[in-house]
């Protein structure tokens, strides 16, 4: 018997920015001081680096609040 087993994120494409912005919109619906419509780039570029930690999308919004609020991303 014959296995293929494909892991296209990182591979064959990078959500990386779109979950962070995923992220950063759904938190904008709980939290008025995150409605700019897109996050800043700096934040952006710390979730790229926090993103191996997340294990299910909804994680996303809380990594980009912490990250907004100031936290280390490693």
């Known amino acids: 018997m014959a296995l293929l ?3 296209f994120d990182g591979v064959l494409c990078d959500s990386v920015r ?3 912005i995923s992220g950063w919109k759904a938190g904008a619906a709980i939290w008025p001081d995150m409605s700019d419509p897109l996050p800043p780039d700096e934040l952006l570029d710390a979730y790229r680096l926090a ?3 997340i294990e299910v999308g909804q994680e996303a919004i809380l990594v980009m609040r912490l990250l907004k609020d100031g936290h280390d991303p490693r």
Do not use: M, V
């Open 5 to 7: 087993a494909l892991d």
């Open 18 to 20: 779109e979950t962070a």
């Open 51 to 53: 993103r191996p930690i």
